[in-house]
């Protein structure tokens, strides 16, 4: 069955460093999206992907956020300097059609220290 | 503010009980998602509804859009079906698909 994937699984890195979390959305896929979910709260809206490029972002996703689909089968979510709050679970997701069903990739833990 | 509101937060079941999972927002959606995490962290889609009911296996979703009002049952609850159940919405009205999450009702059932 096609799945999202997601690497790494977990990531530890030291404050101001630049992370890259990396996602394969399932081949067919023409919508992507990062989902974040800080430890013990809901899970909240990154920025969506269409037709590459940004087609919507949350006030989350600032200037330190961005995303990239370099070659056609990744899409990366990169944060230039990581603050202590970016401590999260990133999710990427993908959907075929724009009423289709989501599908979650396992996540990236990220702990930044 | 556009809102998703569920109950109960945490349920815990006896196996084989009929478990029901709340799900309310506060203006018109175009879809909504069930969603169940796993103890690691990983999501599930369950099911994507825009009306009426759907079924699959021993999982029942239904939603009212009149009473914007979405149910998630769980017939002969099972160990098994220990998780986080996370209701999600997609607002009518935005230019994007973007979701928007409730605090998500953590089950445990007990053998």
């Known amino acids: 069955e096609p799945e999202v994937t997601q690497t790494p699984s977990h990531q530890v890195t030291q404050m101001g460093q630049e992370v890259i979390l990396r996602c394969v959305p399932i081949?067919?896929?023409?919508?992507f999206y990062w989902y974040r979910q800080i430890l013990g709260q809901k899970v909240e809206f990154l920025v969506s992907?269409?037709?590459?490029?940004?087609?919507?972002k949350s006030e989350i996703f600032d200037d330190q956020f961005s995303v990239e689909r370099p070659d056609g089968s990744n899409f990366t979510l990169k944060i230039r300097s990581t603050k202590l709050e970016d401590s999260a679970m990133y999710f990427c997701?993908?959907?075929?059609?724009?009423?289709?069903?989501?599908?979650f990739g396992e996540g990236s833990r990220l702990t930044v220290l | 503010k556009n809102e998703v509101e569920q109950s109960p937060q945490n349920l815990t079941a006896q196996e084989g009980e009929f478990i029901t999972i709340n799900c309310s927002y506060s203006?018109?959606?175009?879809?909504l998602h069930w969603l169940q995490q796993h103890p690691g962290g990983g999501i599930v889609s369950l099911f994507m509804?825009?009306?009426g009911k759907k079924k699959h296996g021993r999982l029942i979703a239904t939603i009212n859009i009149q009473e914007k009002h979405s149910s998630l049952h769980i017939t002969a609850s099972h160990p098994r079906d220990s998780a986080v159940y996370i209701c999600a919405v997609r607002f009518q009205g935005g230019s994007g698909s973007r979701l928007t999450f409730g605090e998500g009702t953590q089950l445990t059932v007990n053998p």
């Open positions: 997701a993908s959907m075929r059609g724009y009423t289709g069903e989501l599908f």
């Open positions: 509804l825009s009306s």
């Open positions: 081949s067919n896929h023409l919508y």
């Open positions: 203006v018109g959606i175009s879809a």
């Open positions: 992907f269409y037709n590459n490029e940004i087609s919507e």
